[in-house]
């Protein structure tokens, strides 16, 4: 098959069709339901809080919680900064706080497609990239695609910086470093140090393509460093200057001690080297596991020039990655950034053997496409229906969530009913602390925590969790269940 022809969107009569079934695919398991769970416990429910009082205070610099500064979540602003627009725009609801995520995952897939299209007439490849990605648990569960945490935008913005700089590599056009460094800059601003973790692999890259040397005899390099560091300590200065210990929880909660865990503040879990492998291969990236090797064999030996340029350049970048998070503390979604990885260099090795066994052959475009179709669709089918499944699924495990469901329940169903408590929630309880704040500050509601010592003399309503009725009826009390459910109920006291 000619380089110069796209299989898929080179056919202009059903171009924008392709594009429009394409980008429908990839879009229904990232946004269908988005809304549908409430928040979940720590990372998500915590930023929503950040995002909620920096809407009320205006204050873009500091994040808060409970309109104190924040130094438990020390990470940059920018996915707190979208969220909050996301409330000015869609209300104070859970669409405000994923969609920042959803959209990141969504541009990431698209910014695929269109860059092997642009560069290589071969969207096939960001395509097949695009799916495997959209068909991977552990992107599309929690902490990813799917909430309201930083991984998703970062890992956005960690592609389009990888991309960026490998093209400035083949190219030496300074535009590429710019963008490079604008997309490092805007990593930094969602998830701190983490995108420095892609550097070893750049450097050693660059080495290995003798492309060193070059890079640092480039003003651009310097001039676009400067500006990275000028606006990245810029942040940092102003943040500790504004609120003074921020710069020390940096250091605990996203540097060394956190990554050696030896925080004097925090810990971490700390496992095994193959830690990653084994949530890879278990689930997170089950169905596409077993292809990573023979595919890193398949598109570092059958490639040719920029493309197996771009397979090492990957290659190595999966490699250090992993290794340098294996070495640290660990969290299940550390490796989240392997598997767009995987995913590209997956994708490139099933076009290359595509293009060995049917491009060969003396056919017509339309049968290729026919039996690419085909192919794609028995690839794809049991893993997409998987994950549209597990979309749609709203079943909940855990009653600590529960309460955003409770409150909308109540709101329907006892429009007039502004007042009543809850019982006892249960530890650091994080999306009863937005709801509440949602429903308090905004809603005209008065709703606040009761313990077990004020039981005694309350009169009114109450919200109960399920697991916590027993001790609740040791009071002998009389009441009145007003709503019902398998993870709490509301009653009256009287």
């Not at 642009?118 to 990239?129: D, N, R, T, V």
């Not at 956005?156 to 963008?179: C, G, H, M, R, V």
Request: glycine residues 4%; hydrophobic residues 50%; aromatic residues 20%.
């Amino acid at each position: 098959m000619s380089a110069s022809k796209d299989l898929i969107l080179s056919s202009k009569p059903y171009k924008y069709i392709w594009i429009l079934l394409i980008g429908a695919c990839i879009a229904a398991p990232i946004f269908l339901h988005l809304d549908s769970k409430p928040l979940r416990e720590w990372d998500e429910a915590r930023n929503a809080i950040n995002a909620f009082e920096m809407s009320q205070t205006g204050n873009l610099l500091i994040k808060t919680y409970k309109y104190q500064a924040d130094l438990w979540e020390t990470k940059p602003p920018l996915l707190v900064w979208c969220q909050a627009i996301g409330f000015k725009v869609f209300g104070y609801n859970e669409l405000a706080v994923r969609l920042p995520s959803a959209l990141a995952t969504f541009g990431m897939c698209l910014f695929l497609i269109f860059w092997f299209n642009k560069h290589f007439k071969l969207s096939i490849i960001g395509i097949i990239a695009a799916f495997i990605v959209i068909t991977s648990w552990g992107y599309m569960h929690e902490h990813a695609a799917r909430t309201g945490d930083h991984d998703a935008l970062i890992i956005f913005f960690t592609i389009l910086a990888l991309f960026n700089i490998f093209q400035y590599f083949e190219t030496s056009k300074d535009s590429f470093l710019n963008n490079f460094f604008l997309f490092f800059t805007l990593a930094v601003f969602t998830k701190s140090i983490v995108v420095l973790l892609i550097l070893p692999g750049i450097f050693i890259y660059s080495i290995y393509n003798n492309l060193t040397i070059r890079t640092l005899k480039n003003p651009r390099f310097w001039y676009g460093m400067g500006i990275s560091f000028v606006v990245i300590l810029g942040f940092y200065i102003s943040r500790e200057i504004a609120e003074p210990g921020y710069l020390k929880a940096v250091w605990h909660n996203e540097l060394f001690p956190r990554y050696l865990n030896k925080s004097d503040r925090y810990q971490y879990s700390q496992t095994d080297f193959w830690f990653y492998c084994r949530e890879l291969k278990d689930w997170q990236f089950k169905y596409w596991f077993p292809f990573i090797f023979p595919s890193f064999v398949i598109v570092v030996t059958c490639y040719q020039k920029t493309l197996r340029h771009l397979a090492i350049f990957i290659s190595i970048q999966i490699i250090l990655f992993y290794t340098i998070i294996s070495n640290g503390s660990s969290n299940v979604w550390y490796d989240l950034l392997l598997i767009p990885l995987c995913a590209i260099i997956i994708a490139m090795a099933f076009y290359k053997l595509f293009e060995l066994i049917f491009l060969s052959l003396s056919m017509s475009r339309i049968k290729i496409a026919f039996i690419f179709l085909l192919l794609f669709s028995y690839l794809f089918y049991e893993p997409y229906q998987s994950i549209i499944k597990k979309t749609l699924d709203n079943d909940e495990t855990s009653a600590q969530v529960m309460y955003g469901y409770a409150f909308k329940r109540i709101e329907n169903s006892n429009p007039q009913l502004k007042k009543f408590s809850i019982y006892e929630p249960l530890g650091y309880n994080y999306p009863l602390v937005f709801y509440k704040n949602i429903y308090n500050q905004t809603k005209g509601y008065n709703i606040e925590n009761i313990d077990h010592a004020a039981l005694a003399d309350f009169k009114g309503y109450l919200l109960i969790l399920n697991e916590q009725l027993s001790k609740f009826e040791k009071c002998n009390l009389e009441y009145k269940i007003i709503l019902n459910d398998p993870f709490y109920t509301f009653i009256q006291l009287f």
